[in-house]
């Protein structure tokens, strides 16, 4: 059965329509949670208001959808293939000669589709709407409504000066080559803890080396006094290599088409970009991975005898499936980002294990 026959569109739109509503229940449940901890936070604070809390409910919802949107996939699916056991139309398509197969089909196409969009469309507008929420979270901890939390473009990094100051360091060319890392642009910003700039360093380029930064070809910007040039500096900081590392953007924090570039720079710079690779190999296998939801959905709900009973077995089973799934994943997902499998692996292992159990149980179901 092909998803453009009369069935197939049939079939395609009870999915998208229940997808659309379970997605709508669980955005709905998670920004509940979401204001009532803000409120908790910001209890004691008089300067933040509800409209601010709301704000940043709104923006950090998308992070934690993207977290369990396989899981919304698969209750979807679930839905979908009970109410059609259910009402019996599973045992009409069957006995019109459909195999299950053909039945899936349409499913796991529009499936693979909602996959690419979130991929394509969506995770770039979750990741921007997490970075006004991480600007708008700064905002609030400083208690300055003007605060800027800085892009992570190049290498960006914060460390604290003293009790009263903290420098904020941006490089466009970052490079490692043995034990040294060398810097090109460097632009050195100094701040109070109200984030008000109190002096800016400009450095054509630079070297960290122990407890110091050698900054060469140096310009010196003061509010109100004239601008200094030296020909170096050394710069105090507490900042090593490791320290930096550490301080790099999350990937989960960078669009899915911004990761190529970043992964590139990362390399370039002779850092390690496995973490980066890793998730966008993830990204690339979302789609996929949501498919083999829709088949371990299969498993539980494609029963003809539905309407006899069984739905306990049908939602503890999914929702074991569903956490056992989620945990082995995040298993296999460790071992990659220490390094134990390769980044493939770690990325590909789960989602076929899922789909493989799932198509076996299935022709096991079919040949019976």
């Known amino acids: 059965m092909t998803p453009n026959s009369i069935l197939g ?157 903290v420098m904020v360091l941006q490089a466009k060319s970052v490079r490692q080559e043995k034990d040294d890392l060398l810097l090109r642009e460097i632009s050195i910003l100094e701040m109070d803890r109200r984030s008000q700039p109190t002096r800016r360093l400009e450095a054509f380029a630079g070297t960290l080396e122990d407890g110091y930064f050698d900054l060469k070809d140096v310009r010196i910007f003061i509010p109100g006094k004239p601008t200094e040039v030296l020909n170096s500096l050394h710069y105090k900081t507490n900042l090593t290599p490791e320290r930096i590392k550490e301080n790099f953007v999350e990937p989960e924090a960078i669009s899915f088409w911004d990761l190529p570039a970043i992964i590139k720079f990362y390399e370039m710079s002779g850092f390690s970009a496995l973490r980066h690779q890793i998730r966008y190999l993830s990204l690339l296998v979302s789609p996929f991975m949501l498919c083999s939801m829709v088949l371990v959905a299969a498993v539980f709900a494609l029963r003809p005898n539905n309407r006899r009973g069984g739905v306990m077995f049908l939602i503890v089973g999914g929702i074991t499936t569903g956490f056992v799934f989620y945990f082995l994943s995040q298993l296999v997902y460790a071992f990659g980002l220490n390094g134990y499998i390769p980044a493939g692996m770690a990325v590909w292992t789960p989602t076929l294990i899922a789909a493989f159990i799932s198509v076996a149980i299935l022709l096991h179901l079919e040949d019976g």
């Open 9 to 165: 569109r049939y079939l395609t739109k009870q999915i998208i329509i229940n997808f659309i509503m379970v997605l709508l229940m669980v955005l709905g449940v998670v920004l509940l949670f979401e204001v009532i901890e803000l409120l908790r936070r910001t209890s004691d604070r008089d300067d933040v208001g509800f409209a601010l809390v709301m704000e940043l409910a709104v923006t950090k919802m998308p992070r934690t959808i993207e977290m369990v949107f396989p899981f919304v996939m698969m209750i979807a699916a679930m839905v979908t293939f009970w109410k059609l056991s259910k009402s019996n139309e599973f045992v009409i398509i069957r006995a019109a000669g459909v195999s299950i197969w053909g039945f899936l089909t349409p499913v796991l196409v529009a499936t693979f589709v909602i996959g690419v969009l979130n991929t394509a469309a969506i995770n770039p507008i979750s990741a921007r709407m997490y970075d006004w929420y991480e600007t708008l979270e700064y905002r609030m901890e400083t208690r300055n409504p003007k605060a800027v939390l800085f892009s992570d473009q190049g290498l960006w990094i914060r460390e604290a000066l003293d009790d009263t100051h």
